[in-house]
C-alpha cells in the first residue's frame, strides 16, 4: 500500500510553463543567442537549470554557464511578479485529503530549493509537505534516482510503499530507477504516450484522480457503530457521525466501487467550483458497501420534508426552488473536469444494448439534434436534492453533474412529478404526486418567467424527448438493467422518427 508521495512541482503541482518559457526566452536575448521556440523550452522542463541551458544550446561550455544562471535567476525574479503561476485544478483539495488521509507527501524538483520553498509557501500548501528537495539537495538530479533514494532513506519508507508523480519523462525514469510506483499527469508538459513510453505505472488527466488511482486504495473502512442511519434514497443510504459533522452515503448493495469514485470525483469538482454544496471529504467502506463521506449540515432540512411537514410552504418552496435552478442552469461549467451530459446519455445508447434497435436509432438521431451548452445541470435535479438550514441552501447528490442544456434536467423534473408511482413519491418525497405535481405547476412558470399557457404548453412538449432520453439511463443506473417492455413502448412514442 502507497504511504509515501513525491511529487514533482512545475507542470504537476503548479502551471509555471509561461513564466519558464518567456523567463528562458527573454534571457537568450539578453545573452545574444537565438531565442528557442517554446517547445524546444518546455521539453528542458525537469531537468537542472545548467542541463536545461546545455540542452538547447550543446556549443556552451559548463564554464560559460555561470552568467547564463545569474542573468536567468535575475529575469525569473522579475518575470515571477508579471506571470504569476498558479495550482492545477484541484492540487489545494486533494492534497489535502491526502494529508488528512495520514499519507506523507513530499516534494522532489530540479528548481532551486529557495525558489521552490517560495512558492508551496505563497500557494498555500507546504504545510502538507513533510519533506522538500531542491536542485542543490542532490548530487545527481533527475532521471537519477537520487532524490527518490533520499527521500525514502531519510523518512524510512521502501519502494513498495513510495509513489512517484510527475508530468515528465524524466519524472518517471527516476521514480522507476529508485524502484518505486510511477504516476504521470498529462496536464502538464508531456502526452500520455510519452509518460508510457517512459514506463509510467499510471496515467491521470487529472490531479483529483490521484487518489483513487489503482495504486492507492484509498478507501477507509468505517465502523457503522460510530453512525446512526438517517436517509435512503433510491441507490443509497445516509449515516450521520455521531461525534462529528459528517455524513456517509453508502450505495445499495450492487453498486461497484467505481460509482463511489465517480460520484465523489465529480463532488469535488463542483465544490471547487464554488457551487454551493456540503464539502466532500473521503471515500469510505464498511466491507460490503462503498461511498463517501460529506460535510453534514446541522439542521438542514430538504425542500420536500419542508413541503411536506408545512404543506403550506409549497408555493414559497417552489418559487425558492425555480429561483436556485436558474442560478445554477446559467453558471458556467468546468467544462475540463465535468462531463457533457449529451454525450454520456450518448455513451450509454452506443455501448449498451438495453432498449429496442429502433428506440436506440431514434434516440441518437435527436442526440443529433441537441445542442450543446457549458451551462451548468444537476443531473439529478429534484426537490429532495437540495437542502437548507434556513439561510443558505445546498445542493445535495451532485454525482450526475455535467453540463448541457437544461431540458436534461426539466425532463428528468418532468417525470418524477407527473407520471412516477404514489407508493414511490410518497418513499422518496414524503409527498403525494398532487402535492408534486402542484409543484410542477408553481415551479415552470416561475423558472421560465411566463404564465402564458401556450407558452407552457410548447416547452412542456419540448421535454418529452428528453425524458423519454433519460429514464431508461437512469433506471439502468438505479436497477442495473432494462426497463419493462411496456414502459419503453410508451416511452418510444416520445421520440421523433
Known amino acids: 500500500m502507497i504511504k509515501l508521495i513525491i511529487f514533482d512541482f512545475d507542470g504537476t503541482l503548479a502551471d509555471t510553463r509561461e513564466l519558464i518559457v518567456k523567463t528562458n526566452q527573454e534571457v537568450q536575448r539578453r545573452m545574444g543567442f537565438p531565442v528557442c521556440p517554446a517547445p524546444k523550452i518546455i521539453a528542458t522542463i525537469g531537468l537542472p537549470l545548467k542541463e536545461g541551458i546545455m540542452a538547447m544550446y550543446p556549443q556552451l561550455r559548463p564554464e560559460d554557464l555561470d552568467p547564463w544562471v545569474a542573468v536567468y535567476r535575475e529575469v525569473f525574479d522579475q518575470m515571477k511578479t508579471q506571470i504569476v503561476p498558479e495550482l492545477f485544478p484541484g492540487v489545494a483539495h486533494t492534497l489535502a485529503k491526502m494529508h488528512e ?86 496536464y502538464g508538459n508531456s502526452s500520455r504516450q510519452e509518460l508510457q513510453e517512459a514506463g509510467a505505472n499510471y496515467v491521470i488527466d487529472n490531479f483529483n484522480e490521484l487518489i483513487f488511482s489503482p495504486l492507492m486504495q484509498y478507501y477507509q473502512a468505517i465502523d457503522l457503530n460510530d453512525y446512526v442511519r438517517v436517509g435512503e434514497g433510491g441507490t443509497a443510504v445516509s449515516y450521520k457521525n455521531k461525534t462529528h459533522n459528517t455524513l456517509a452515503k453508502l450505495y445499495n448493495p450492487g453498486f461497484e466501487a467505481d460509482r463511489a469514485v465517480e460520484e465523489f470525483l465529480t463532488a469535488c469538482t463542483v465544490f471547487e467550483m464554488g457551487i454551493s454544496t456540503p464539502e466532500p471529504y473521503r471515500l469510505v467502506t464498511d466491507g460490503e458497501r462503498f461511498g463517501a463521506e460529506y460535510q453534514f449540515i446541522p439542521g438542514k432540512r430538504s425542500f420536500t420534508r419542508i413541503i411536506s411537514e408545512e404543506p403550506e410552504r409549497l408555493e414559497e418552496i417552489s418559487l425558492m426552488f425555480a429561483r436556485e435552478t436558474r442560478k445554477l442552469h446559467e453558471t458556467k461549467a468546468d467544462t475540463a473536469h465535468l462531463r457533457s451530459y449529451k454525450e454520456t446519455v450518448k455513451k450509454f445508447y452506443l455501448e449498451k444494448d438495453l432498449v429496442p434497435e429502433e428506440y436506440k436509432q431514434r434516440a441518437l438521431r435527436f442526440l443529433e439534434t441537441v445542442p450543446e451548452s457549458d451551462t451548468c445541470v444537476h443531473g439529478d435535479l429534484q426537490i429532495g436534492n437540495i437542502i437548507t438550514d434556513g439561510k443558505t441552501n445546498w445542493w445535495i447528490d451532485v454525482g450526475e453533474f455535467a453540463y448541457g442544456v437544461p431540458e436534461w434536467d426539466l425532463g428528468l423534473m418532468y417525470t418524477i412529478c407527473h407520471n412516477a408511482s404514489k407508493e414511490r413519491m410518497e418513499f422518496l418525497f414524503h409527498l403525494t404526486p398532487e402535492m408534486l405535481n402542484a409543484h410542477w405547476n408553481v415551479f415552470l412558470p416561475a423558472y421560465l418567467g411566463t404564465s402564458d399557457p401556450v407558452a407552457l404548453g410548447t416547452y412542456t412538449k419540448r421535454l418529452l424527448p428528453f425524458y423519454a432520453l433519460k429514464v431508461p439511463y437512469v433506471y439502468d443506473m438505479a436497477y442495473h438493467g432494462s426497463l419493462p417492455a411496456e414502459a419503453l413502448q410508451k416511452l418510444i412514442m416520445l421520440l421523433p422518427f
Open 101 to 186: 488521509a495520514g499519507l506523507i507527501l513530499t516534494v522532489a524538483s530540479s528548481r532551486g530549493a529557495k525558489s521552490l520553498n517560495d512558492f508551496l509557501r505563497d500557494m498555500g500548501i507546504a504545510q502538507y509537505f513533510s519533506y522538500v528537495l531542491g536542485a542543490g539537495d542532490v548530487t545527481h538530479a533527475k532521471p537519477n534516482p537520487e532524490p527518490v533514494l533520499k527521500t525514502m532513506r531519510e523518512l524510512g519508507y521502501q519502494p513498495s510503499e513510495t509513489l512517484v508523480v510527475g508530468d515528465m519523462p524524466v519524472d518517471i525514469q527516476m521514480g522507476l530507477g529508485a524502484g518505486a510506483f510511477t504516476c504521470g499527469v498529462t
